[in-house]
C-alpha cells in the first residue's frame, strides 16, 4: 500500500520550522519540570489557569453556572486532571474528547525504604509499569514526590535536578566479576529486589548502630523536616535525573524521560488552548495509573469522569441521568498514547507496512491488543474515515500503525475504557523509540503534527 503521509519535515518552510522547534522548547521544559502525575498535573493546572480556565469546584461551591465559552478544570486528588471548554450546543449532543495519561514508568521507594548495609545507606524500590530492570542501574536517578505528615502538612521533594543538586542511582556489578550475571536471562540480570538507591555512605558522629542511616535521618530532618516514620505517608518517585535534551546533530528530535504518555498530555492540553467559539463541549483528559491498568480513583477506571461531566450537566443546563447518557454515547473521542516508533535496529518485530515512522505525523491504531487483537478497542471505520478527512483538511501529516508484528506482544491503552459509554473512540498519538527506558526518544516533526491533528479533531469532529 501506497504511504500517505510524506516526511513532514519536507513540507515546512522556514517559518514552520521555527513553529516546530519553539513549540518543542516548550514541550522540554514542561517534561524537565513535571516528571511525577502530581507535577503533570500541577504544571498543567498552572498553564491552564493563564489561559483562562477556573476550577470547578470552586464554581460548584458558590452556585455558579457554566455558558459557552467558559474554561474549566477539576482536580482529581491532584494526580488526574479534566479540563472542559463549554460550547454552545446541548451537552447531551456529546463531547470531544482528549485523553491521556501523566503516569509513566519509575521506580517507587517502598513504604519502609531506608536502611543500611556495610555502612552504605539504601532506599528499596519496588518498580512501577513496565522497566526493563537492567536499564535503571548506572544512571544518574533523582528523587521527586511528597511527604504527608500525620497533621497533613505536605512536603515536596525534588532532589538530584538542580545543576547543584546531588544524585543518586543503583549500582551494578563490575564487568570483572560479572560472568555469572552475564549468563542470566535479561529478565534476571537486574532483579526487582535489587534496585536499591544508594544515597549515603557517610557516619554521623558518636553514632554507633547505622551511623550512615543516622547521618541521612538527621540531614532529612534538619533540611526537609520530617522522619523515619513519615515514610510509611510518602509518595517519592525515583526518575532519571537531568533535563529533557535536543536529540540528534540536527536538533531534529527530543530525548526526555517519561515522554508515554506525557508527550500526548502535553499535546492535547496546548490544543485546548488554541480553541475557541466552539459548537460542542471539549474536554481534554489527563489521567493517572495507566500504566498499572488504570485502575485506582485517580485511573481512567474512576468514576471521577463520568462524575465531572454530571456536574458539567448540571451547572450548564440542569443534571438529570438521561442528559448524562446521552452525552456520553454521543461523544467522540481520541484516547491519545504514544506508539512504538519502528526502529531499524530491530526490525524483526515490526511489520514494515504497518509500522509508525518518526518525522510521519501522528499516529492512528485502529486497534491495540495481542494475540489476535485479545482486549482491544477497535475503532470503526466510518469514524476513521471521518478522522482522515479532518486531518487532510487542516494539512496533519498522520500514519497508522499496529504495535509490532502479529503474536510479537502487544499493549493496551485506555481506549477501551472510554468505548464502554459506547462512545467512538480510537487510539492516536506520537511515535516513540526507547519506550518504557529512562531516556525516550521522539520527533519534534510528530509531536507538532500530534497537537495540529488534536487542533483539527477539536474543531472538526
Ligand atoms: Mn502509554
Ligand atoms: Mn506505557
Not at 511525577?36 to 480556565?53: L, Q
Request: aromatic fraction near 8%; proline fraction near 2%; hydrophobic fraction near 35%.
Amino acid at each position: 500500500m501506497a504511504r500517505f503521509t510524506d516526511n513532514a519535515w519536507n513540507k515546512y518552510d522556514e517559518k514552520d520550522m521555527k513553529e516546530v522547534f519553539d513549540f518543542c522548547d516548550g514541550y522540554k521544559d514542561f517534561m524537565s519540570k513535571c516528571k511525577t502525575e502530581r507535577e503533570c498535573v500541577i504544571e498543567a493546572i498552572k498553564i491552564a489557569e493563564k489561559n483562562g480556565y477556573k476550577d470547578l469546584n470552586e464554581m460548584i461551591n458558590k452556585g455558579e453556572k457554566l455558558q459557552a465559552g467558559d474554561k474549566v478544570y477539576a482536580n482529581n486528588m491532584g494526580k488526574a486532571l479534566a479540563l472542559f471548554i463549554i460550547g454552545k450546543e446541548k451537552i447531551e449532543k456529546g463531547l470531544k474528547i482528549l485523553g491521556a495519561h501523566v503516569d509513566s514508568p519509575r521506580l517507587d521507594l517502598k513504604q519502609n525504604p531506608l536502611y543500611e548495609d556495610t555502612e552504605l545507606a539504601f532506599l528499596d524500590t519496588h518498580y512501577y509499569g513496565g522497566v526493563k530492570k537492567y536499564q535503571w542501574v548506572t544512571l544518574p536517578l533523582a528523587l521527586h514526590g511528597i511527604v504527608v505528615k500525620k497533621d497533613g502538612t505536605k512536603i515536596d521533594i525534588v532532589i538530584g535536578e538542580d545543576e547543584e543538586d546531588p544524585v543518586v542511582g543503583i549500582s551494578d556489578l563490575l564487568i570483572h566479576l560479572a560472568a555469572d550475571q552475564m549468563d542470566k536471562k535479561g529478565a534476571k540480570v537486574i532483579e526487582g529486589e535489587d534496585l536499591n538507591v544508594l544515597i549515603g555512605s557517610m557516619p554521623l558522629k558518636g553514632k554507633e548502630k547505622d551511623a550512615v542511616k543516622e547521618n541521612i535521618l538527621k540531614l532529612l530532618k534538619d533540611k526537609y523536616d520530617f522522619e523515619e516514620e513519615d515514610f510509611l505517608s510518602a509518595e517519592i518517585e525515583i526518575v532519571p535525573a537531568g533535563r529533557a535534551r535536543d536529540y540528534g546533530l540536527d536538533r531534529s528530535m527530543v530525548m526526555a524521560y517519561g515522554q508515554d504518555d506525557r508527550v500526548c498530555s502535553y499535546a492535547s492540553l496546548m490544543a485546548m488552548f488554541e480553541i475557541e467559539n466552539i459548537d460542542k463541549t471539549c474536554c481534554c483528559l489527563l489521567v493517572d495509573k495507566e500504566e498499572v491498568g488504570s485502575i485506582g480513583a485517580t485511573g481512567m477506571e474512576s468514576k471521577f469522569f463520568e462524575n465531572i461531566v454530571a456536574e458539567v450537566i448540571e451547572l450548564k443546563e440542569g443534571y438529570n441521568d438521561l442528559k448524562l447518557r446521552r452525552c456520553l454515547t454521543n461523544s467522540k473521542m481520541l484516547s491519545s498514547d504514544v506508539s512504538a516508533a519502528f526502529d531499524p535496529n530491530y526490525p524483526s518485530v515490526m511489520e514494515k507496512k504497518n509500522s509508525a515512522y518518526f518525522g510521519k505525523g501522528i499516529v492512528f491504531n485502529k486497534y491495540t491488543g495481542a494475540r489476535g487483537k485479545s482486549g482491544c478497542n477497535d475503532a470503526n471505520a466510518e469514524y476513521i474515515a471521518e478522522l482522515r478527512n479532518h486531518m487532510e483538511k487542516y494539512d496533519v501529516s498522520y500514519q497508522t500503525a499496529e504495535l509490532g508484528k502479529v503474536d510479537q506482544g502487544g499493549g493496551g491503552t485506555i481506549a477501551y475504557i472510554l468505548a464502554q459509554y459506547n462512545m467512538e473512540v480510537i487510539d492516536c498519538g506520537v511515535a516513540v523509540l526507547n519506550m518504557h527506558s529512562p531516556w525516550e526518544i521522539t520527533s519534534k516533526a510528530d509531536i507538532f503534527e500530534t497537537k495540529k491533528g488534536y487542533v483539527a479533531f477539536l474543531k472538526e469532529a
